[in-house]
Nanobody, 124 residues
Framework: QVQLVESGGGLVQTGGSLRLSCAASGGTFSNYAMGWFRQAPGKEREFVAAVSSSGGSTSYVDSVKGRFTISRDNAKKTVYLQMNSLKPEDTAVYYC?????????????????WGQGTQVTVSS
């Protein structure tokens, strides 16, 4: 079982940037695809981005394409989410998660280990 701890959230103005980090321990990090999800108040948790185990493939929800970049450093057992041009609608708790395999699957149930979440608030 992989343990995940997110960091890097905070309050930022519209158009600003944040970089989220997710540090993993336990398990074999390089075996798993990793994903970022978010959940806004009163809404369901939604897929944001994912990266394959090698880092060679990525996938994004349409609303963040061109603004967010997911990456990973397997030596550091860390996955990142660089968020640029932030909008108020990006406000949510962001969670990282470890997939059950190496490839990207954009389904919440595919991810078996979750972090505790980090709050991102974008002011208008």
């Amino acid at each position: 079982q992989v343990q995940l701890v997110e960091s890097g959230g905070g309050l930022v103005q519209t158009g600003g940037s944040l970089r989220l980090s997710c540090a993993a321990s336990g398990g074999t990090f390089s075996n798993y695809a990793m994903g970022w999800f978010r959940q806004a108040p009163g809404k369901e948790r939604e897929f944001v981005a994912a990266v394959s185990s090698s880092g060679g493939s990525t996938s994004y929800v349409d609303s963040v394409k061109g603004r967010f970049t997911i990456s990973r450093d397997n030596a550091k057992k860390t996955v990142y989410l660089q968020m640029n041009s932030l909008k108020p609608e990006d406000t949510a708790v962001y969670y990282c998660a470890a997939g059950r395999g190496a490839h990207i699957v954009r389904v919440l149930g595919y991810f078996g280990s979750w972090g505790q979440g980090t709050q991102v608030t974008v002011s208008s």
